[in-house]
């Protein structure tokens, strides 16, 4: 006797799609939030729907009942492009003072320092996306910001930026412990 079963093909929401989805929720409840606050709340969520409610929660109870991007931001958000750019920037040009004083920049700005590892690891992801597939990358970016990690790609190359994903990606792990 074989046992009947169902099929279901989960998968990561998309950033629009968790947006849309928590702009509905703030429209029904009344609450007044910038759409660019929810994008960055969303791709925070990383395809979790769940994920994301509860972070606009979090932010909501942080913000008083209003929210604005750059307070999402401070809060959830990733570290601004221009100083992952800064960081990267540096480690193409093979400089680790500049590297270290990018660094030094974002941990001065309150930053800590798993976060940055984990921004940079993500962008260092989309830079070896873009560069191996290019417009048809799967990334989650603004156009201007393709335009920018599609620099990076190339300043890096495909083995550097492989080098860099796996010590980031170790460190990470490491601070974990």
Known sequence: IRSRTQHYAFRLLTTEEITGHLVDLCEKE?????????????????????????????????????????????????????????????????????????????????????????DLVRALRDCFLIAVAGTDAPVDLPADEVSEMQRLGEALGKSALVRCIETLGTAIVDMRS
Do not use: K, M, N, Y
């Open 30 to 118: 009344g609450v007044e939030v910038d759409r660019a606050a929810l994008e960055v709340i969303a791709r925070r969520g990383a395809g979790s729907a769940r994920d994301a409610i509860s972070l606009l929660v979090q932010a909501l109870a942080h913000g008083g009942g209003s929210l604005d991007e750059a307070t999402v931001t401070s809060l959830f958000g990733s570290i601004p492009l221009d100083g992952r750019v800064a960081v990267l920037d540096a480690v193409a040009a093979e400089d680790p003072a500049a590297a270290l004083l990018a660094l030094t920049t974002l941990t001065a700005g309150g930053t800590e320092p798993r976060q940055i590892a984990e």
